[in-house]
């Protein structure tokens, strides 16, 4: 850079009224400058850094229009403020893993104080650290793979910035655990865990080799197997860096314990209503609950739930299934949910759903 112009610093703003001092370069190289501010920065803050074309190189080269870069101090990561969103564990011969995650909180994130972990109880425990310094925005995604050629091969990618490379721990094709931590203390802080199975796809794939596994809601539990489903054909069996082609976003408002937000679907793979969803709330904790699904003639095809102790809120999810682990015939269904508190308290609730698809 041209010391004089690179020194002048007038020749640079900062968004939000902040005062540049003093502009420096920054010996040997002087390929960068230094700017000494007159207050400090505030964590979590959006700021723009604007460089004047009036910046050149030795060579007179100015550094052209629109030279203008966002930045912030990230704040720590906390439990939970970044989760795991998609995971790819068994990729197609030859392919790679890919770890997506999702900055669900308000805060500006640094990248690089994750750690990646598989903690499986009984194996020796792998790590990789994240070695990019990348704020991640809240809600962003950021996706972590060994070989980003080869996931920008196979999978749309909407934001390649997001796709980073760096070193996995080695995800089991069948099942095996993702944590996301924190190592800047004595104790490491678990940011999210995921223990993820095979079983968690959609029952009727004839093979999972390069399909991801999808968050269906960034608000409900990560280890609740129900929150997972198969990423949809129609977005190419996976979306790195981009919204989860089967999420659900909040559930809907729920005014006498279950509902049913879209009482028919058609469990196709097409990514448009692949699965009943059922919502829950409950005006206590402590239920066990007993949820069947008949058909139009009264036989039992699904058991969802055998005296299952439930959350005080939450969902459940048919995949059109049934418990002999075929694919539920077209037609009218009766969803029969079956509460029981121990102080004695016991409700029954019927809703009807419907298995649709092509004739």
Do not use: M
């Not at 370069?25 to 230094?34: E, F, G, S, Y």
């Not at 003639?297 to 682990?325: H, P, Q, S």
């Amino acid at each position: 850079l041209d010391k004089t112009a690179a020194e002048n610093p007038l020749h640079y703003s900062i968004s939000n009224g902040v005062t540049i001092n003093t502009a420096s370069l920054a010996a040997p190289a002087n390929d960068a400058v230094v700017l000494q501010l007159a207050a400090p920065l505030e964590k979590s803050v959006l700021y723009e850094v604007a460089v004047s074309s009036l910046v050149t190189d030795c060579s007179g080269n100015t550094i052209g229009t629109n030279a203008i870069l966002p930045f912030a101090l990230p704040e720590p990561i906390g439990p939970q403020d970044i989760v795991i969103n998609e995971i790819l564990f068994n990729p197609e011969t030859g392919g790679v893993d890919f770890l997506e995650v999702y900055n669900r909180s308000n805060k500006i994130l640094n990248l690089a104080d994750l750690v990646i972990g598989n903690l499986e109880v009984g194996v020796d425990t792998v790590t990789a650290a994240v070695v990019t310094d990348q704020l991640l925005f809240p809600s962003r995604y950021a996706v972590f793979t060994e070989k980003r050629g080869d996931i920008l091969s196979r999978y749309t990618v909407q934001d390649e910035k997001a796709l980073l490379e760096n070193d996995l721990p080695s995800f089991n094709d069948d099942e095996g655990n993702v944590t996301l931590f924190r190592a800047d203390t004595v104790l490491a802080t678990i940011i999210d865990a995921f223990d993820y199975s095979e079983d968690f796809h959609h029952p009727f794939l004839d093979k999972v080799d390069g399909i991801s596994l999808e968050r269906l809601s960034t608000e409900s539990p990560t280890q609740n197997r129900n929150n997972w489903h198969s990423a949809a054909k129609s977005a190419g069996f996976a979306t790195p860096t981009y919204q989860n082609s089967q999420l659900i976003g909040n559930q809907a408002a729920v005014d006498d314990f279950i509902e049913i937000p879209t009482p028919t679907f058609s469990p196709d793979g097409d990514g448009y209503q692949d699965f009943l969803t059922i919502n829950f709330q409950t005006d206590k904790p402590g239920y066990a609950a007993q949820i069947k699904i008949f058909d139009a003639e009264g036989r039992l095809v699904k058991t969802l739930a055998n005296t299952d102790l439930i959350a005080t809120e939450g969902f459940l999810r048919w995949d059109g299934d049934t418990d002999e682990g075929t694919k539920a015939r077209i037609g009218i269904y009766v969803l029969w949910v079956e509460l029981f508190h121990p102080d004695g308290d016991k409700r029954d609730f019927k809703k009807t759903c419907v298995v649709a698809g092509r004739l």
